[in-house]
Every structure is written in C-alpha cells, then in structure tokens.
C-alpha cells in the first residue's frame, strides 16, 4: 500500500491540481488480498492525511474521477534480495530483543540476590 501513497504524491506534486480519482481495476493475484472497498477506504485515509499536512485539497474520490489500477510489476532480482534481506534483519533484531530482556530478567534475578 506504500505503491498508492507514493502514486498519490507524485500525482499532486506534479500535477499540482485537484483530481478527482476512482478505483480501477485490480490484478487477479491481489483480488483475494484487497477488495475495492479496502482501496476507496485507504484512498479517503490518503485524502485526509494530504488534506491535514498540505494545508489545502488535492483529490478527491468519485466514481467518474481517473482510475487507480492495482497492477502487479514482477519484482526484480535486486529487488527481492532486499525484502529477504530486511527480512532476516528483522528475524535478528527480534532474537536480539530476546535475548536482551533475558539478560535484563537475569540481571535483575542478580540484583535481587544480592540484596538477600
């Protein structure tokens, strides 16, 4: 959903007029992932988040306005080694997490015996 919201930057910023804005069509291997009605609502949540931060309207939603196709880009080689790669970053970052509050736990198991 990132795709729509960086879509929706470069349509205002470059065009620089309100645009009124519909869903399209959606890719077969999205149909059991996001339903038109998710999209229109996160088009509203997008509307009023560019809205608050511009200070001024930039598009709106109606069923005539310009199609937003949800289409599906085979993603490159490069590109998939990132996502694996962030994924095993946040893998790790979670066993580091693991085993700082045990450490933290253990510390504290210290502490109190100490104290004893």
């Given at each position: 959903?990132?795709?729509?919201?960086?879509?929706?930057?470069?349509?205002?910023i470059l065009s620089a007029?309100?645009?009124?804005?519909?869903v399209g069509s959606i890719?077969?291997?999205?149909?059991?992932?996001?339903?038109?009605?998710?999209?229109?609502?996160?088009?509203?949540?997008?509307?009023?988040?560019f809205d608050e931060q511009?200070?001024?309207?930039?598009?709106?939603?109606?069923?005539?306005?310009?199609?937003?196709?949800?289409?599906?880009?085979?993603?490159?080689?490069?590109?998939?080694?990132?996502?694996?790669?962030?994924?095993?970053?946040?893998?790790?970052?979670?066993?580091?997490?693991?085993?700082?509050?045990?450490?933290?736990?253990?510390?504290?198991?210290?502490?109190?015996?100490?104290?004893?």
């Open positions: 959903m990132r795709f729509l919201f960086i879509m929706f930057s470069m349509i205002s007029e309100f645009e009124m804005v519909k890719d077969a291997r999205y149909k059991d992932i996001v339903s038109k009605q998710e999209i229109q609502e996160i088009i509203y949540e997008i509307r009023n988040c511009l200070g001024f309207k930039t598009f709106d939603y109606k069923e005539d306005g310009k199609p937003i196709d949800i289409i599906y880009i085979q993603p490159s080689a490069k590109k998939q080694r990132i996502v694996d790669n962030d994924k095993k970053m946040q893998s790790i970052k979670g066993e580091l997490d693991s085993f700082s509050s045990s450490i933290n736990s253990k510390h504290s198991d210290l502490e109190s015996s100490k104290v004893l």
